[in-house]
C-alpha cells in the first residue's frame, strides 16, 4: 500500500473511491486478446472516470495482480508492463498519478491477503466505485467482498470489461441483484452527488467553484 505526498486530512472529506481492478496487464495470456479487444475501449471510460474523481478530490486506487512477482512493487510493473503492445496502449490511458494509491493482490479479490480494507478505513470509504477487468472474475469477486463488508457499490456498466459481452453482462446482472450495486453506465453517474449522499442534508455539500 504506497501513496506519494500522502494528505494528513483525507480522511475528514473522503467517503468514496474508486477502485481499478487489474487493468495494468499486458494482455499477454490465453484469451487476452478477447479481453483486450474490450478493456480498451473500457480504459477510455475509466480515464474520464478517473477525471472527474480528480477534479473532485475522489481517491483512485489500482488495486492489480502482482503477477506472481513478489520482489517487485507497483512502478516496476507498470514500467514492465509498457513493454507491451496492448498494455502500453492501456497505460497511455491509465497512467498512475503520484496522488493515487496503490495494492497488489495475488488472488481475484482486492481484499483477499491485501491491506485494502485498513486503506479504506483510513480513508473514511463508505461506498465504492468497482472498475476493471475481468467482470466476472476479480471485478465481481471484489465486489463480493465489498458488499460483505458493507459498502455501498457502484460497478459503472461500461467501466468493466470482460473475455465478451454476454459473460460481461451476466457479472453486472449479478452484481446489480445479489449485491444491489448500482450499474448505471459512465454518463448516468453523477460523481458529485455520490461523493455527499452521505451526508444528512443538501445544505452541507460544499459549493464548486
Not at 141 to 162: E, I
Not at 181 to 189: N, V
Request: with cysteine; proline share 6%; charged share 25%.
Amino acid at each position: 500500500m504506497t501513496k506519494i505526498n500522502q494528505n494528513p486530512h483525507v480522511n475528514d472529506y473522503q467517503h468514496v473511491a474508486i477502485l481499478l481492478i487489474d487493468m495494468i496487464s499486458d494482455y499477454e495470456f490465453p484469451d487476452g486478446e478477447k479481453l483486450f479487444e474490450h478493456a480498451l475501449p473500457t480504459a477510455k471510460n475509466i480515464a474520464e472516470l478517473k477525471n472527474q474523481a480528480n477534479e473532485l478530490q475522489i481517491p483512485v486506487l489500482y488495486v492489480n495482480d502482482n503477477y506472481g512477482s513478489w520482489q517487485s512493487d507497483f512502478p516496476k510493473i507498470v514500467e514492465d508492463i509498457t513493454k507491451s503492445p496492448r498494455g502500453k496502449q492501456i497505460v497511455e490511458y491509465l497512467q498512475p498519478d503520484d496522488d493515487n494509491y496503490f495494492i497488489l493482490k495475488p488472488q481475484y479479490s482486492g481484499f483477499f491477503m491485501t491491506p485494502l480494507e485498513l486503506l479504506l478505513d483510513y480513508l473514511n470509504v463508505k461506498t465504492l466505485i468497482i472498475t476493471g477487468v475481468a467482470g466476472n472474475m476479480c471485478v465481481h469477486f471484489t465486489a463480493n467482498d465489498a458488499y460483505m463488508r458493507h459498502y455501498k457499490l457502484y460497478v459503472p456498466s461500461d467501466c468493466v470489461a470482460s473475455n465478451s459481452q454476454e459473460e460481461n453482462d451476466e457479472a453486472l446482472h449479478l452484481m446489480k441483484r445479489v449485491l444491489k450495486a448500482e450499474t448505471a453506465p459512465l454518463a448516468e453517474l453523477d460523481l458529485e452527488k455520490i461523493k455527499y449522499e452521505w451526508m444528512d442534508t443538501p445544505s452541507t455539500h460544499p459549493k464548486k467553484n
